[in-house]
């Protein structure tokens, strides 16, 4: 026997569960309750940097969209830098910008969005840069515990090929799976960014 | 301005460490349910095969986002009265109340704790849900806190219904209250589910048999908390909740925070 070390265990997850838009997106359960909604536009007329629509589907093991999932984004601005006291980066703060966001996928069609900026690159550890990326992090009804990724943009080939998590993907052709697609909407720049939870084609997901 | 607004963190001993925003400790997979659990068929189309990539954190990890007051409105916590309509919602008048801690025991300020959950009935206000028991006119069944400077949290609601599913035939969920948690980090953030002291369907539920360990399970159940209660008015059950700890660092060749 020895002495015990007080600390606590992590509270157990439990999936988010069928009905998740009650609590969190309460519109897309079909009724209005709170004043303040949170949303999946981080965006307003003011916030610096490139604006930048982000959208794609959640693809389950059968190739199903999945059509009740909720994602949430958090990221740098467009300076490269967190809006949290945590971040010492010497780089300007954005006031129009929190950087995070709340999206739920459509009931019909699967889709989900943000309105958001492309972040600059943040500083890694031991002195690397990471390349500009967005963490996502996803739950719905049948998955247990919130799943974590990383979305790239594809305009950032560069920055990409020197990111120290892109390459700690064992399997190159799996970093394609992190990768957003840029392209061009109605003057809009869009990313398309979908996300396979299961078989050909799975995403990497991460253990953060 | 407190510690965290500060960028610092207070340890068990009380001492600042001079690195605010280290690593979090890593997710004990012991006590948190995998992705694959057959026995919550769910989880078969919907759980990575892959192993999950192992990663250092950096600042896209130890940061996460930060909410205000102002945000919310003053009966974010009241479920009997925020969607009251021509009348309080119906069932067993409860508060829950609790701390948010963090795996080294100290209180997380300021964070934004979500909740929802089923009528006293045990059907929900969503589109989505059918069941036969009938919607509370005056229930919205959400709501929304942010913890005190020691991590505390309250929230007044009726107590939820049990209800069936699909997932065998005969499948019923126990009476739970949903909780989203945001602590002070993106990788803190967690989804969990509070159960009640007492109830025999915890025991047979699928979704709490995700778990792999008993503890862990014993700890989403909340206990009647009698010393909280309202005399003639309200039952209180106490339920805290534990996000991932932050690693002291070596600083300047000491090691802080111990």
């Known amino acids: 026997m020895s002495q015990t070390i007080g600390y606590l265990k992590e509270t157990a997850s439990q999936t988010a569960g069928p009905y998740v838009h009650i609590g969190l997106a309460p519109h897309q359960a079909g009724f209005d309750i709170f004043q303040n909604n949170f949303g999946n536009v981080l965006v307003g007329a003011k916030t610096k940097g490139e604006h930048i629509i982000v959208e794609g589907r959640v693809i389950d093991g059968s190739g199903n969209f999945v059509r009740d999932v909720l994602l949430e984004c958090w990221q740098a601005n467009s300076a490269g830098r967190y809006n949290h006291p945590g971040d010492r980066q010497n780089k300007p703060l954005d006031d129009d910008f929190r950087g995070w966001g709340r999206a739920c996928s459509d009931f019909a069609t699967g889709v989900y969005t943000f309105q958001t900026v492309k972040p600059g690159c943040v500083a890694g550890r031991n002195g690397r840069t990471m390349a500009p990326h967005i963490s996502l992090w996803l739950v719905a009804r049948g998955i247990n515990i919130g799943l974590n990724t990383r979305l790239y943009f594809s305009d950032e080939e560069a920055a990409n090929a020197a990111d120290p998590v892109l390459n700690s993907v064992e399997l190159p052709s799996r970093r394609k799976t992190l990768i957003a697609q840029r392209s061009q909407r109605d003057g809009k720049v869009v990313y398309t960014f979908d996300i396979v939870l299961q078989g050909e084609n799975e995403t990497v997901f991460i253990d953060i | ?258």
């Open chain 2, 1 to 258: 301005m407190d510690d965290a607004a500060q960028g610092r963190v207070t340890t068990p001993m009380g001492k600042p460490t001079s690195n605010p925003y280290p690593e979090m400790y890593e997710r004990d997979h012991n006590v948190q349910p995998a992705a694959f659990t057959p026995i919550y068929k769910t989880t078969v189309l919907r759980s990575p095969r892959n192993a999950l990539l192992t990663m250092d954190h950096s600042l896209s990890e130890t940061t996460g986002p930060v909410f205000n007051h102002n945000e919310l409105g003053l009966l974010d916590n009241d479920l009997i009265l925020n969607y009251a309509k021509d009348g309080e919602a119906i069932g067993p008048r409860t508060i829950v109340h609790g701390y948010v801690l963090e795996e080294n025991g100290r209180g997380l300020p300021n964070t934004l704790v979500e909740f929802w959950q089923a009528n006293a009935g045990g059907r929900y206000r969503h589109k989505h849900d059918t069941y036969l028991a009938p919607i509370d006119p005056n229930f919205g069944g959400c709501g929304r806190t942010l913890t005190d400077e020691n991590g505390y949290y309250y929230f007044r609601t009726i107590k939820p219904g049990a209800y069936p599913w699909r997932n065998y035939t005969n499948s019923w969920r126990p009476a739970h209250i949903h909780f989203s948690l945001f602590g002070e980090a993106f990788a803190q953030r967690l989804i969990t589910q509070m159960y009640f002291e007492g109830d025999p369907l915890v025991a047979i539920c699928p979704i709490v048999k995700t778990i792999p360990d008993q503890g862990a399970i014993d700890r989403l159940v909340a206990k009647l908390d009698m010393n909280a209660s309202v005399p003639m008015d309200t039952l209180a059950y106490r339920f805290d909740m534990v996000l991932r700890g932050r690693r002291s660092t070596l600083f300047e060749n000491r090691l802080e925070g111990n």
